[in-house]
T-cell receptor, first 112, second 112 residues
Framework: SQTIHQWPATLVQPVGSPLSLECTVE??????LYWYRQAAGRGLQLLFY??????ISSEVPQNLSASRPQDRQFILSSKKLLLSDSGFYLC???????????FGEGSWLTVV | GENVEQHPSTLSVQEGDSAVIKCTYS??????FPWYKQELGKRPQLIID?????GEKKDQRIAVTLNKTAKHFSLHITETQPEDSAVYFC???????????FGSGTRLLVRP
């Protein structure tokens, strides 16, 4: 069966520091991969999605970036964090277009 | 692009009563409508979904109905229990899109 893992689970970072969140999927090949952000008590905002290695679509202009160096690996990065980057970051994977996506455990980011 | 509106934003019911959450979507080409449940501090998890070729789907105490003409779909939870307390998200997508567009969420509280 398919599983998705992301890490770290929690992190506290100072303003201006870099960020790297990593996500991997097992048990499937060529998944569609997603990064969502959820501010405290708010909805799910799609940040990036990828349909293949090296293919990244950005949904919201911001100081974050994403990369997909391998088929089942998706990385969210920032060179300089802002206070507004705090939130719950969720990686997700899906199969064919127009189908369910499944979320990882999430990463809590607090920028101080 | 697709837009999904969800109501109400909060819902409080007595244990044993029914709860109904409603969503409307804007893109008539949307054909897949999942519902996710998110417990506090956890990842959203799929609880039920429906495709546009079906008007209703049931799974024990939960059911989803779809009205394609009016472009709205609803989640029905019967005989609510305290463990049903969570945030519920509706979503919509179409077969040509890799994006799942989420509603803003409904916080359901089931009072014992």
């Amino acid at each position: 069966s398919q599983t998705i893992h992301q890490w770290p689970a929690t992190l506290v970072q100072p303003v201006g520091s870099p960020l790297s969140l990593e996500c991997t999927v097992e048990g499937t090949s060529n998944p569609n991969l997603y990064w969502y952000r959820q501010a405290a008590g708010r909805g799910l905002q799609l940040l990036f999605y990828s349909v293949g290695i090296g293919q990244i679509s950005s949904e919201v202009p911001q100081n974050l970036s994403a990369s997909r160096p391998q088929d089942r690996q998706f990385i969210l990065s920032s060179k300089k964090l802002l206070l507004s980057d705090s939130g719950f970051y969720l990686c997700a994977w899906g199969g064919d277009a127009g189908n369910t996506i499944y979320f990882g455990e999430g990463s809590w980011l607090t920028v101080v | 692009g697709e837009n999904v509106e969800q109501h109400p934003s909060t819902l409080s019911v007595q244990e044993g009563d029914s709860a109904v959450i409603k969503c409307t979507y804007s893109d008539s080409a949307s054909n897949y409508f999942p519902w996710y449940k998110q417990e506090l501090g956890k990842r959203p998890q799929l609880i039920i979904d429906i495709r546009s070729n079906v008007g209703e789907k049931k799974d024990q105490r939960i059911a989803v109905t779809l009205n394609k003409t009016a472009k709205h779909f609803s989640l029905h939870i019967t005989e609510t229990q305290p463990e049903d307390s969570a945030v519920y998200f509706c979503a919509a997508s179409k077969g040509s899109s890799y994006k799942l567009i989420f509603g803003s969420g409904t916080r359901l509280l089931v009072r014992p």
